[in-house]
């Protein structure tokens, strides 16, 4: 009776097996299992969807362990931004609620205007920029977009984003610093 061998297993399918180990890792990673089978998961999509890009030079689970730890990283970025994003928006919101619940705003209405006039001047200002700042600051800015996205849209690099985006601020405070000094 001829022996059988056991099939090799594809690629794909060994990275499929590695499922727990990859858990474990990111259990690890995040203390704890909150967002550990999120993390996991966008691990195993990255790792399938980039599966071309495993070379060989190193063995399968080496390269698992840095795609998984590059999504829990990822992950962690995410909640970091979702977290200062509620923040600046807790911050931005009048001392109290009650427009929450529908009644009248106790906001002053000279308060009202001025805050409407300063953002009418900002408005003027983000205008009066070139446009290779203006772009990054209404997608960096006002449309809180991720650095990484707005490099890819706009075809520079990450670093480039981050430096138009400092320079941008500056002429900012300068044309406002000027345009308040009349």
Not at 47 to 63: K, Y
Not at 80 to 109: E, F, I, N, V, Y
Not at 124 to 131: F, H, T
Request: proline share 4%; charged share 30%.
């Amino acid at each position: 009776m001829p022996t059988m061998t056991p099939a090799k297993k594809t690629l794909a399918e060994a990275i499929a097996d590695s499922r727990p180990v990859m858990l474990r890792q990111a259990r690890r990673m995040l203390r704890g299992s909150e967002g550990a089978e999120d993390a996991t998961q966008d691990a195993l999509l990255a790792a399938l969807h980039h599966i071309d890009c495993f070379r060989g030079d190193s063995q399968l689970g080496t390269w698992l362990y840095r795609v998984s730890a590059n999504a829990v990283l990822m992950s962690l970025r995410r909640q970091r931004r979702a977290g200062d994003r509620t923040q600046r928006a807790l911050t931005s919101l009048p001392g109290d609620s009650c427009w929450l619940h529908g009644a009248r705003s106790s906001t002053q209405p000279h308060a009202q205007l001025e805050e409407a006039q300063n953002a009418e001047l900002l408005r003027w200002a983000i205008e009066k920029l070139p446009e290779r700042y203006r772009a990054v600051v209404e997608q960096c800015d006002l449309a809180e977009k991720p650095i990484e996205v707005v490099a890819a849209t706009l075809g520079i690099t990450i670093g480039g984003v981050r430096t138009r985006r400092l320079r941008a601020h500056r002429m900012l405070r300068t044309t406002l610093k000027d345009r308040g000094d009349r």
